[in-house]
């Protein structure tokens, strides 16, 4: 991904260029963006400066609490790029042919760790009395 950042002041100027990627539609809940590289910059009076990033794929990669390990889910993105999370300049979509997690198989036991529903949550054994 590629921005042109220009001062368009009478002074020198520093300026950190930061680069998103905002999820769309997911199975599950992901943050809005996710900070991928970031570069400070000086730019003199007038001064034009092509800032380039290489972002993989693997730089968005979520954890798959299904199958206990990271993986970049299939589907539609957006490359974001600006001053800050607040201040974004430029957007870029982009197409993932990555994967696709599967539905929780409710059958198998599920790890502390990767237990992410909020609902109906019991604790213990379920074959048990106290």
Known sequence: MRV???????????????????????????????LCRFERIRLEPGETRTIAFTIQVKDWA????TRDRYCVEAGEYTLLAGASSADIRLEHPVSVQGEVIPPRQADQRICAENFDDCSNILAGDSGTQA
């Open 62 to 65: 979520i954890w798959d609490v």
């Open 4 to 34: 042109d950042v220009t001062n368009r002041g009478a002074a020198a100027v520093e300026e950190v260029v930061q680069f998103y990627v905002r999820p769309g539609a997911s199975r599950i809940k992901q943050p809005l963006k996710t």
